[in-house]
């Protein structure tokens, strides 16, 4: 990236919307100057500029809340970027997962295909579980029991999926799909693995 090539406000500063690599979450809105960018550069984690204390500041420098950085965008007017991380911990200084946790009164949190709505919403929900890391959610400890209990979990729910397929349980069978669709989306977050990413493969086999 060549910082030359950004467009700069008349105060040297830049708009940088922080996001989610994996869930595709908003996490932040801040500012970077040229000085910020090149140390996210140089450390591969976020610095933004802080237009009221004038200065620099490392993302979770003290709340240990870094950004990993994996990827960073900007638009075609080349005056805004979007910086797509992975978050070590909350993004809100409240301890929440994402700064936009609240809604404008009687609008509709999520938009779009109605039918796919929950998939949506289960995506953003494990997303929190696995930075927020509440107690006594079941999330939480899948992520902190690892990959092999998550493995275990899918292998037996794709096992009951088979046994109520096998019995034509209906009943049972819509349970148990529902179980194994939960374990493998919180398999794909602890893989770092967007569901974007699975649903482009089966467009791209569509296409072929």
């Known amino acids: 990236m060549n910082l030359d090539s950004l467009t700069f406000d008349e105060k040297g500063l830049i708009v940088a919307v922080v ?5 595709k979450e908003v996490l932040t809105v801040a500012y970077m ?7 996210t550069l140089e450390t591969n984690e976020t610095w933004f500029y802080s237009r009221s204390r004038k200065q620099l500041w490392h993302k979770g420098e003290t709340s240990g809340n870094t950004q990993y950085v994996k990827e960073i965008r900007y638009d075609c007017d080349q005056d805004a970027l979007v910086i797509l991380v992975e978050p070590k911990g909350p993004a809100c200084h409240t301890g929440q997962y994402t700064c936009f946790h609240q809604t404008v009164e009687d609008t509709p949190l999520y938009i779009g295909n109605e039918r796919f709505e929950m998939i949506n919403k289960l995506e953003k929900i494990i997303a929190e579980r696995d930075v927020e890391r509440p107690k ?20 037996e729910e794709a096992a009951e999926v088979i046994i109520a397929a096998k019995n034509r349980d209906a009943d049972e069978l819509k349970w148990e799909v529902a179980d194994l669709i939960f374990h493998l989306m919180v398999l794909l977050r602890e893989q770092k693995l967007p569901l974007d990413d699975v649903l482009q493969v089966l467009k791209e086999r569509h296409g072929s």
């Open 136 to 155: 006594e959610s079941y999330c939480t400890y899948l992520f902190e029991q690892g990959v092999d209990k998550i493995l275990k979990k899918v292998g």
């Open 19 to 23: 996001q989610d690599a994996v869930s």
């Open 33 to 39: 100057n040229k000085e910020s960018l090149q140390k």
